[in-house]
Nanobody, 117 residues
């Protein structure tokens, strides 16, 4: 059992930046990867970025590659998503995700990110 608490999102202008954070608690030793997903209005939930616990291997959606960066602080059990060069297409609810050994995924509460002038 792992609990995830996300930071607040916010409103940002096109071209701007925003940093999201997610704190994991509970049985954090069960986590083998953490990720950020997002869901825009009328669209399916999609994987934005992922980072593995062992080795820190990262994966990015093509749409955010080169603009977003996922990182983690192992000591704090936190994962971050640095979002740069934001565009209106990035507007979505962003969800923190933890993938666990021998258990269902854990999910954060979701936070709204709006990119608009």
């Amino acid at each position: 059992q792992v609990q995830l608490v996300e930071s607040r999102g916010g409103l940002v202008q096109p071209g701007g930046s925003l940093r999201l954070s997610c704190a994991a608690s509970g049985m954090t030793f069960k986590i083998y990867a953490m990720a950020w997903y997002r869901q825009a209005p009328g669209k399916q939930r999609e994987l934005v970025a992922r980072i593995t616990t062992m080795g820190g291997t990262t994966t990015y959606a093509d749409s955010v590659k080169g603009r977003f960066n996922i990182s983690r602080d192992s000591a704090k059990n936190e994962v971050y998503l640095q979002m740069n060069s934001l565009a209106p297409e990035d507007t979505a609810v962003y969800y923190c995700n933890a993938q666990l050994y021998r258990d269902f995924d854990s999910w954060g509460q979701g936070t709204q990110v709006t990119v608009s002038s």
